[in-house]
């Protein structure tokens, strides 16, 4: 059974710094690009970031280029987001998919940025 398991958001103030982990299970993890996306209110889900299965290719959609670095661990089946000068636009429920079954989601992980 797949299943992602996403925290570490949270409140932060603009400008300041989240990471986020996504611990995935029930497939063969180091095969499959993994990604996380973001759901904003009123907004549909879209693309933040994705790395490749051995980590060495990396896309960012353009809004976050420079400030959010997407790594992953193969042997903890882990996919971390590291996320900097945060922006009250960043606000939203962030998730993690893997291209091994892109119909599948976790309970996702709230960010929120505010003064």
């Known amino acids: 059974q797949v299943r992602f398991v996403e925290s570490g958001g949270g409140l932060v103030q603009p400008g300041g710094s989240l990471r986020l982990s996504c611990a995935a299970s029930g497939f063969t993890f180091s095969s499959y690009t993994m990604s996380w996306h973001r759901q904003a209110p009123g907004k549909e889900r879209e693309l933040v970031a994705s790395i490749s299965n051995n980590g060495r290719m990396t896309h960012y959609v353009d809004s976050v280029k420079g400030r959010f670095t997407i790594s992953r661990d193969n042997a903890k089946n882990t996919v971390d987001l590291q996320m900097n000068s945060l922006k009250p636009d960043d606000t939203a429920v962030y998730y993690c998919?893997?291209?091994?079954?892109?119909?599948?989601w976790g309970q996702g992980t709230q960010v929120t940025v505010s003064p």
């Open positions: 998919r893997s291209s091994y079954s892109i119909s599948q």
